[in-house]
């Protein structure tokens, strides 16, 4: 009888479900699953990793090795690593050291000196900078199982060599479009949902940080709204930058183009890229020309399993205003100087024979670079200078009414029509009030686009970027642009935290657009404690990676993250990258608003009196109702003793909820 009385009970009490659950509810999990798949691609072939190559390329491979872990303790050792930044490392059980990968040695130089000497549990530890092959990096990590089953799946693969490459540089080439985008949306979605829970979980969290992250904690999936994704406006030949191997095909045959990604007997294969439907017609005639030029050469081209010959990578720059760039890349350690200079000529005389040409083979090279290499690292380097044979070293793009100066270093995004809707959107976004003074903090700027084409709308503009080239892109950019009102600073944003921290006017509003692993923690701690700022656009081509830096500005405060904490309060994703599998999801955070003293004793009185009118009104209305229910469905129990059992059981309930 006491039974059935509370599980009538229960009909209108239901169990209260914890946030978690409702977070987990089915359609969710359904999701996650699967987009657990999309996300291990995402890693690996994400646009900024390897943007102009398109193709995987990095033949080395930048760890750190930490050293004087304990053995076992994973769970510890990712707890105290993803503190300090690092949340993705490989450590089994039985090791006492860990790797953490990066994408340049800069990379892990600097993560070698923040970890090396740091005290963990009782040891201190040591970490040391290794640079190893791809190749051997693989075998290092690649059990006999899967290295077999990978030699299997290969000879079962029937797909053209072209096929193949266009499957590795174009994962999604066979989807349509409008399925492309519907992925990428669940890719934005899933990411989101990530961010919620990841701060929903967070441990050891103070009263006063729960109600920091209560946004966190509310039922639902998503923390805030996120925008259809917007697409792409040209789905093929987008790509303004490319960045070709010159090497031999599978037939030992001289090509320009990507390679396969295979490596068989140290040999790797480079594929002209006709089938790859995101490099455009006049990138895909410079490759083939060079191709051209490469046959007929009396030098080979470089090997890299030997590291002998000479011609080893072309970079191109083909944007929309008519402007071609092109960087041919040769190794001369076994040239004379005068050989060298007549190669310059040779180049100079053989892209001016292609002006001239028919309408179908024309190729309008506006300026040629050129770059000697002798170093390891494979790719047109920062490390060695780039002499301009002909033009002026620079090409020009237009962009939302600006015109902007691009050099052979400096980012810009390869896909333009798609990255003026981007920062369409994201000027929107910022919302900014003519009305207010407002510095504008272009962080990681490149070649300062973003706070060049807003900045008419604010009072200042701040921009900062590592790559110095980029940023005397930037100052032309500014000039050309007549604009007045901005500073830009040549540096890493992590070196200059003051900027970020000093920035004061009426408001502030910061723009990340950092590379794909997103920027280093003291950035984000420099944005928290910078009070004037309270509004983070954060744009992001591989939100995964960047994830660590969503949670570190949404955080409560702590002795490491102070300032009062950001929440998500809207999300889009922008399809820059058709038939990848990449996006850029843009966040918009703002600092949370904490109520006063006052305030949070006046809510709680208020909701004291709240609580006890609801139970009390919802109280009366269950006992009428599971009387009523009671009586329909109880006819051989006396109605009196039902009507007892539910009132006592409902007043041991008001009981236990006061
Ligand atoms: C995704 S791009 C964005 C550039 C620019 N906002 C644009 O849209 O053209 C990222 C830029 O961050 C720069 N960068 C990378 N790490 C940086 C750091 N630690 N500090 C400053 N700039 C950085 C890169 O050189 C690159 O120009």
């Given amino acids: ?82 503190k300090l930044g690092y949340p993705r490392f490989k450590k089994a059980p039985e090791w006492n050291y860990a790797y953490i990968s990066f994408n340049t040695k800069e990379e892990a130089e600097k993560a070698k000196e923040q970890l090396d000497g740091q005290k963990f549990k009782k040891d201190i530890l040591e970490a040391e900078v290794v640079i190893a092959t791809e190749d051997s990096y693989r075998k290092r990590f690649m059990s006999k199982a899967s290295e077999k089953k990978q030699k ?38 899933k990411h989101l949902s990530t961010l919620k829970r990841t701060i929903a979980n967070l441990k050891d969290i103070t009263e006063k940080g729960r109600k920091e992250i209560e946004w966190a904690r509310q039922p639902g999936a998503l923390p805030c709204p996120i ?11 987008y790509r303004t930058k490319c ?66 010959g000479v011609w080893r990578t072309l970079m191109t720059k083909t ?56 170093g390891d690292a494979n790719g047109i380097t920062d490390k060695a200078p780039t002499e301009v044979l002909t033009g002026d070293g620079y090409v020009y793009e237009e962009l939302l009414g600006c015109r902007f100066r691009i050099s052979s270093s400096a980012f810009f995004q390869v896909n333009t029509p798609a990255t003026e809707l981007l920062y369409a959107k994201c000027a929107e976004w910022c919302n900014i009030d003519k009305t207010k003074k407002t510095t504008l903090l272009d962080l990681c700027c490149g070649t300062g686009t973003i706070g060049i084409t807003m900045a008419k709308s604010v009072d200042r503009v701040v921009g900062i970027e590592m790559v110095p080239e980029a940023i005397v892109d930037a ?28 920035a004061t006017n009426e408001e502030v509003v910061a723009i990340l657009d950092p590379p794909r692993n997103g920027v280093h923690a003291s950035v984000i701690r420099a944005v928290r404690e910078s009070s004037k700022i ?39 994703s922008i399809d820059l990258f058709p038939h990848s599998d990449h996006s850029e999801l843009m966040i918009e955070f703002e600092r949370i608003e904490l109520p006063t003293e006052d305030e949070e004793k006046m809510k709680e009185n208020e909701k004291e009196e709240e609580t006890t009118t609801i139970k009390i009104e919802t109280i009366e209305t269950t006992v009428e109702e599971t009387i ?23 007043e041991t309930e008001v009981e236990t909820q006061e």
């Avoid at 599978?250 to 790797?268: K, M, N, P, Q, S």
């Avoid at 895909?284 to 002998?308: H, L, N, P, Q, W």
């Avoid at 009671?630 to 006592?648: G, I, N, Q, R």
Wanted: hydrophobic share 35%; charged share 30%.
């Fill in 534 to 572: 309270n509004k983070v656009i954060f744009i992001s081509c591989d939100a995964k990676q960047a994830m660590a830096n969503f949670t570190a500005l949404c955080r409560p405060q702590s002795n490491r993250f102070k300032g009062v904490p950001f929440k998500p309060t809207k999300a889009i």
């Fill in 475 to 502: 100052k032309a950019n500014a000039e050309r642009n007549n604009i007045t009102n901005v500073e830009y600073f040549a540096s890493k944003v992590e070196d200059r935290i003051d900027i970020v921290t000093n």
């Fill in 243 to 308: 960045e070709f191997t010159i090497g031999k095909d599978l037939d030992g045959r001289r090509t320009v183009g990507f390679l396969l990604g295979l490596y068989r007997a140290g040999i790797t294969a480079v594929l002209e890229p006709s089938e790859c439907l995101n490099v455009s017609t006049t990138a895909k005639r410079i490759a083939k020309a060079m191709g051209d030029y490469v046959r007929a050469s009396e030098y080979d081209v470089y090997d890299r399993s030997t590291k002998t």
């Fill in 1 to 82: 009888m006491f039974a059935y009385a509370r599980s009538l009970l229960n009909s209108v009490f239901p169990k209260k479900r914890s946030l978690e659950e409702d977070q987990d509810d089915q359609s969710l999990e359904h999701q996650t699953k699967k987009l657990k798949m999309e996300e291990t691609t995402v890693a690996d072939t994400n646009p900024e990793a390897q943007p102009a190559t398109v193709a995987v390329e990095p033949t080395l491979i930048y760890r750190v090795k930490v050293n004087n872990l304990p053995v076992r303790d994973v769970a510890g050792t990712k707890k105290f690593l993803t």
């Fill in 319 to 374: 944007q929309r205003t008519g402007d071609n760039m092109v960087v041919v890349q040769m190794r001369s350690e076994d040239l004379k100087p005068e050989q060298v200079e007549a190669e310059k000529a040779n180049l100079i005389a053989y892209w001016d024979s292609f002006k001239d040409k028919p309408e179908d083979e024309k190729i309008v090279v506006t300026t040629l670079l050129f770059q000697i290499w002798n």
């Fill in 152 to 189: 299997e799946e290969e000879a079962n693969d029937t797909r053209t060599p072209s096929e193949k490459l266009a499957d590795q540089v174009t994962p999604l080439h066979k989807v349509p479009y409008e399925k492309q985008l519907q992925q990428k949306e669940r890719v934005g979605i």
């Fill in 628 to 650: 009523v229910e009671a009586k329909a469905a109880s006819p051989v129990e006396s109605v009196t003793e039902v009507e007892t059992t539910v009132e006592t059981v409902v």
């Fill in 227 to 237: 925008s259809s994704i917007i697409p792409s406006p040209e789905i093929n030949g």
